[in-house]
């Protein structure tokens, strides 16, 4: 018999088939017996019925429990009245194991109580939606380069030198000497972008972050797209045509998963390009006329980057921040010297920033003092020096980090629900 995913169901109307699942719940009502069951892709009820009280298969199903391992065989049905529309009146089952008090069960249980079966957190419906729509961004930030001709460019995770600052690089030997797990692909895309032109990298990044916000992780994943010759304003288009991408592919392949969220998508089908654009002066005064105590040179926290998204209902793009809290390697505005060419995209809805980027120092005496001032070890340094000897010229590129994208367009309170084993401040279980 041909073993199908409940996904595939409605290919099979009047079919024999075997489904492979896990027993999501039952219940009995007369002569007929339901089993819902899970294999990942679905839910589907199970049916036995018997016009007398004693089915072989009753017997079965009252051992089944929540969770229990079982292979069901019998004929797919049109049933309106069904969860999904069909049934399977079932005549054979398998159980492979009769799960013994399943931990989650259909009552309310505390967010700790479920980050640390975060395991088993995964089989539910929720949060099942929330990691297809996680996959969806991704495949849809995939496609969104690949079909811009971006090149696929892979980026160590271990790493001799820190992108963003000394303060939250997580520190691993390297034989006999000391290496970093990566911050960001950055400093590697933009040699890769010299040799292709435009390129990306995708993948895990680290940061040692002592600040325990819904909008942290310890390890998060960030698609960084590198393109030579591009200015600011080149990037932020770039940033925002990325933002719409993933919407219109999410809206469009993930209604289900959206509904079962109860996620109302108006607000991001409303989002229109050009985003509005402010420079950090402009941001500092709106910020103090909505009461945050915010001061000109301060870098924006969680509470700042919230205030900043709600006033606004697209996604806010905010330019030209002090250079003294942005990285070494930001391109100084040629009027004022004391800014740098950066982009932050704060998302809307309260959301913060999902993309941080901007134009690089491509002067070569230029980055070899800012390497100093910052006081970075030049050795470490003298490959990407290198690129500023042979053939440097202007270029942008940014990083779109995904759990706060997810976080974002499923309208989810904490990035902790946005990978499948989220690594949170002091806490690596499971
Ligand atoms: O603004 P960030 O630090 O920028 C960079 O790393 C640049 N080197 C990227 C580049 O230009 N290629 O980080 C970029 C994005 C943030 O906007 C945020 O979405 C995400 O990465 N991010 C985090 N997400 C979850 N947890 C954390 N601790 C994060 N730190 C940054
Ligand atoms: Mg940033």
Redesign the pocket.
Known sequence: MKWIYIEEIANYKDQDVEIRGWVYNKRSSGKVRFILVRDGTGIIQATISSEKNDHPLFKKFDLLTQESSIILRGRVREDKRAPNGYELNIDHMEIIQIAKDYPITPKEHSTPFLMEHRHLWLRSKKQHAVLQIRAEIIKSIRDFFDGRGFLLMDTPVLTPSA??GTTTLFETKYFDQNAYLT??G?LY?EATAMAFGKVYCFGPTF?A?KSKTR???ME?W?V?PEVAFAYLKDIIDLGEDLILNIIEQVIKNNQKQLDILERDTKPLENIKKPFPCIRYDDAVKLLKEKGSKIQWGDDFGSPEETLLSQIFDNPVCVTHFPAKIKAFYMQPDDERPDLVLGVDVIASEGYG?????GQRIYDLKLLEQKIKEYNLPREAYEWYIDLRKYGTVPHS?????I??TVAWICKLKH?RETIPFPRLLYKIYP
Do not use: K, T
């Open positions: 992108c963003e911050q960001s950055q895309n940061r972050e909008r942290h992780l998060f960030m960084e920033e999902i993309i941080g980027g590129g940014f990083g779109l980090g759990e706060r990035v």
